[in-house]
């Protein structure tokens, strides 16, 4: 009942939003997601980086150069995923604005 009565008082109130600012939620959205995919697509680099310095440095021990060789292929699948998210992402924001 008091619900009710609330609801209508409401309703029969009318505001003008207009004037109101509104932000541009769709340029901040891209300009975050594209620092945080900057940062994972870093990250990848450098550990591919980094499971080069291990795959040479392994020094034809098989063991040391399968595990240099795993982390160079993970790197390299995170950096496409990564890739291929920031693509969508971009194709979603720039479709709504």
Do not use: C, E, W
Not at 32 to 45: H, K, P, R
Not at 73 to 81: N, P, T
């Amino acid at each position: 009942m008091v619900m009710g009565i609330i609801m209508r008082q409401l309703q029969s109130t009318i505001l003008d939003y207009s004037k109101l600012p509104r932000p541009d939620t769709s340029n901040t959205i891209a300009h975050v997601l594209a620092i945080v995919f900057g940062i994972t697509a870093g990250i990848a680099v450098l550990m591919v980086v980094i499971g080069g310095f291990r795959y040479i440095t392994a020094h034809g021990d098989p063991g040391a150069t399968a595990q240099a060789r795993q982390s160079i292929i993970y790197a390299v699948v995170g950096l496409i995923i990564t890739m291929a998210a920031y693509a969508i992402v971009s194709f979603v924001v720039r479709g709504v604005a």
